[in-house]
C-alpha cells in the first residue's frame, strides 16, 4: 500500500513538473512572442490602425513586470494569455497544452489538434427541406473524406425550398471549406460570380516575412493534391512576399477575389441562377461561439443574394487581422497564433458581429427532432 501512494505521488509530481512554468520559461517564451509579432503580424506597419502598436508598445514593460512579480505557474499562464488579449483580436492568441482537451493526430505523434474537429449531419426533414450540422471548418488529413462524401451529397440535392445550417460552436478553421460547400450546393459558377460582385474590391496585404513566407510554402504543398486553382493562388503569393523582402517592403497585395478566377461572361453563366436551389429560404443557427471561418460563411450565405434567417445568439466576432500561422513557445508548453494578412474593404467590419433575426436559446434541447420541431414552430413553417 505504501509503495503504491507512493508510485500515485510521484506520478502527480511528474504531471505537475511537466507544467511548471518558472519566471524565466515564461520571460523567455514573453520575448518570443514580442520578436513573433513584430516580424510578422501586419498590425505592425497597418498606420491606419494606430491602436495596434500603442497597445503592443505600452503592454511590453507592464507584462514583463507582471511576470517578475509572478508567484505561480498558473499566474504566469494567465500573465501571458492576457497579454495577447489585450490586442481583442482573437486570432492573436496563445494556446497552453494543459488547458485544453489534447487529442494526438496519428499521422503526425508530435500535433496536437486543440480545435473542434470537422463533422457533418445532413438529413432531409420532408420533401425538399434539410438540416445540415457543420461542426467546423478544421480538417485533418482523415477527415477529407468525410469531406469529399458531403460535397457529393450536397451536388446531389436536387430540389430545396428551405435548408437549415446549423453552425452553432462552430469555431471556424479555414474558407476553403465553407467556399467549397456553397459552391457545391449553389453551383460553382454562381456562387464564384456572386462572390466576386459583391468582394472584387476587397485588397490583402500580406506581411512579408522569412516566416510568413515559409508559412505559405507550406500551404502550397498541402494544395497541390487538394486544389490546383488555390495552389496557384498561393504560389502568388508566396513569390510576391518573396519580391517584397528583397525590396525591403513591409507588405505584398492582391485582390481577395482575383478576377481571373471568379469572373465570368454573365450571359453564359448566370443561367444557373435557374436552378430551383436559388429560390430556397436558408435558416442559420448561431451562438457566441461562432467566429473565423464560421463568419465567411454567413458572409458567402448573405452574398449569394437569397433569403437568410439568423436564429440563435449574436456571433463572436474577428478583426480584419486573419490567417493563422502557429509557432511553438520555446518552452514547449503551449503555441502562439499569429494572423499574417490584412483586409482593406471587407464589408464586416473590425470586431463586427452578426446578431440573429430571431433571439432563441435551443442548448437544453439535446434530441434533434425535438429541435427542428422547435425551429419550425420559431419560423412558423407550413409544409
Known sequence: MKKLNFFIIFTIFIIKNNFFYSIDKCIIDFNFCINKIYDNHPGIYNYEDKEFNVIFINSIND??????????????????????????????????????????????????????????????????????????????????????????????????????????????????????????????????????????????????????????????????????????????????????????????FEKEFDDEIYKYNKDKYYIEKINPNLNLKVIVLINNKVFSAALDFLDYLFAMNLDVLLIGEETSADTIYMECGEEELPSKLGIINIPRKFYIGRKRKNNEKYYPNIYKNYYEINDLKILLKEI????????
Open 63 to 252: 507584462t514583463l513586470n507582471k511576470i517578475m512579480n509572478s508567484k505561480t505557474s498558473d499566474e504566469r499562464f494567465s500573465i501571458m494569455e492576457n497579454f495577447l488579449k489585450k490586442f481583442n483580436d482573437c486570432h492573436l492568441n496563445i494556446i497552453f497544452y494543459n488547458k485544453i482537451n489534447k487529442k494526438i493526430n496519428k499521422n503526425n505523434s508530435n500535433k496536437l489538434e486543440y480545435y473542434n474537429q470537422f463533422d457533418y449531419k445532413l438529413l432531409e426533414i420532408e420533401e425538399f427541406f434539410y438540416y445540415l450540422r457543420l461542426s467546423s471548418f478544421f480538417l485533418n488529413k482523415n477527415q477529407e473524406n468525410k469531406f469529399n462524401k458531403l460535397l457529393l451529397d450536397l451536388k446531389n440535392i436536387k430540389k430545396c425550398k428551405y435548408i437549415i445550417f446549423d453552425i452553432r460552436n462552430n469555431g471556424g478553421g479555414s474558407t476553403y471549406y465553407a467556399e467549397k460547400i456553397l459552391s457545391n450546393l449553389f453551383g460553382e459558377r454562381y456562387f464564384n460570380q456572386n462572390i466576386w460582385e459583391k468582394n472584387k474590391n476587397i485588397i490583402i496585404g500580406w506581411r512579408a516575412s522569412l516566416d510568413n513566407k515559409n508559412i505559405l510554402k507550406n500551404y502550397i504543398n498541402i494544395y497541390k493534391e487538394k486544389d490546383l486553382i488555390i495552389k496557384e493562388k498561393l504560389e502568388k503569393v508566396y513569390f510576391g512576399i518573396e519580391d517584397k523582402i528583397n525590396k525591403k517592403e513591409n507588405y505584398f
Open 376 to 383: 419550425l414552430k420559431d419560423i412558423n413553417y407550413l409544409a
